[in-house]
């Protein structure tokens, strides 16, 4: 009897073991909502000009949506959620003549402590031009 119960705990230490009990899995975020940009205002400026407002027009933008100079997120306000934002661009950013690509990222949300939650998603780009 000794014998059957030394087995049957040792067959059960066993299971529990090869179950990975302490090993606790990770979920990868889902992805996020893309943002659409549909028009710059303006959509271009003179070389050597002043710092301006860059209002972006589109759609999906979440509340904490950031505008990208450049490759480069900027300070950016909500005018209409979801449609449009804007950004004060410096004079410095258009001291020379040439193209600028524009975009918008929806930064991700943070998970649980399995993970998850959502993926930081950008838009497509649009071209500004500094004459």
Do not use: E, H, R
Not at 36 to 65: C, M, Q, R
Not at 68 to 90: E, F, K
Not at 94 to 99: F, H, L, V
């Amino acid at each position: 009897m000794k014998t059957m119960k030394a087995a049957f705990l040792a067959g059960l230490l066993a299971v529990g073991v090869a179950c990975g009990y302490s090993a606790k899995s990770t979920t990868p975020p889902t992805p996020g909502t893309k943002p659409t940009i549909a028009a710059l205002a303006p959509d271009n400026a003179t070389s050597g000009g002043p710092a301006f407002v860059l209002t972006v027009n589109g759609t999906n933008f979440n509340t904490n949506a950031t505008i990208n100079w450049a490759g480069s997120a900027q300070s950016t306000s909500v005018v209409s959620p979801g449609t449009q934002l804007t950004a004060t661009i410096p004079a410095s950013a258009i001291a020379a003549s040439g193209m600028v690509t524009v975009t918008v990222t929806n930064p991700g949300t943070a998970g649980g402590i399995y993970g998850g939650g959502t993926a930081a998603a950008t838009s497509n780009s649009m071209t500004f031009t500094i004459n």
